[in-house]
């Protein structure tokens, strides 16, 4: 039902001028495919059909405009199955439209060189699943990366070197982030996991502000535009709500010293748990919330 859905979510984006009803339909897609992911999630992790369910999930996801969410449920069922063809050809099409959202060179290469080695890998796989709607599909994407850029590029091997991630706490705090993909930074959204990807480098890096329409005389001379400052504040408060994630997450069987002698109530017998660990998990999920809700908007 939910793969149904949005086979009609996106029969009728194209022909009627009528979004609503489209909307409508991708609303009842998700919602039969979260269903059916939850349960095989819990009875079967290994089901072909879960990884249809990911796979299908993360189109929709993608018809959508959630790139970096639909990259993280294919993912997913690439993690079930590398040789899923219809998961990995459709990562590679995504990553190919996310490659050009990048403002780095360097990653904007990387990531369209993985999007192409992706898309043909998927089509070498002679997947009984992967349909020939969608093969012709990444076979036109094969053909335009062949077509724009040379051969020598495309098939040169990417290799990173190695980075130091610091002392025994760091360290493990920095491969947590890695294995979870919460770093800001594009490569993170690889199926890989490299040393050379563990660190936020996500800025603005160009910003052209027309001083025609504003009144200078009230800016400080040399003064930035704000939306450096309003990007940095944004950064630092997902870094700080992240870590507090991971201190929860991974300490969250050793008692803090804070905890230590703090005597709690037992009167209402509601057997709920309080320690500090909790309540740095609740502060990171308030932290997250505004990109939680972003992430649902978009």
Aim: with cysteine.
């Amino acid at each position: 039902m939910g793969t149904g859905y949005g086979a009609l979510s996106d029969h009728y984006r194209d022909i009627s001028e009528d979004k609503d009803v489209a909307l409508e339909f991708r609303k009842w897609s998700f919602f039969y495919l979260r269903e059916v992911i939850e349960h095989f999630e819990q009875e079967d992790s290994n089901s072909i059909l879960l990884m249809c369910a990911y796979t299908n999930y993360a189109n929709g996801l993608d018809s959508c405009g959630r790139v970096i969410e639909a990259l993280r449920i294919y993912r997913k069922a690439l993690t079930l199955n590398p040789q899923f063809g219809m998961a990995l050809g459709n990562y590679g099409r995504a990553l190919k439209f996310y490659a050009d959202m990048v403002n780095d060179l360097g990653h904007y290469r990387d990531l369209h060189c993985f999007a192409y080695h992706a898309l043909k890998d998927a089509v070498k796989l002679k997947d009984p699943n992967l349909h020939e709607d969608a093969i012709q599909n990444f076979q036109k994407n094969i053909g335009e990366y062949e077509e724009l850029l040379p051969k020598a590029v495309l098939e040169e091997a990417i290799v990173y070197k190695e980075y130091d991630l610091g002392e025994l706490d760091e360290r493990q705090y920095r491969i947590w982030c890695l294995k979870n993909h919460l770093f800001l930074n594009p490569l993170n959204d690889l199926l890989v996991e490299e040393s050379a990807f563990a660190h936020d480098p996500l800025t603005i890096t160009v910003l052209t502000e027309n001083v025609l329409e504003k009144n200078i005389e009230n800016r400080s001379s040399g003064a930035p535009p704000k939306w450096f400052a309003m990007l940095n504040q944004l950064k630092e408060e997902y870094i700080f709500s992240r870590w507090m994630c991971y201190e929860g997450i991974t300490k969250e069987r050793q008692v803090h010293y804070a905890d230590r002698e703090v005597k709690l109530s037992l009167a209402s017998y509601d057997y709920a748990n309080y320690s500090i660990r909790l309540e740095q998990l609740k502060a990171a999920f308030k932290g997250f919330f505004p990109y939680l809700i972003k992430q649902v908007l978009l």
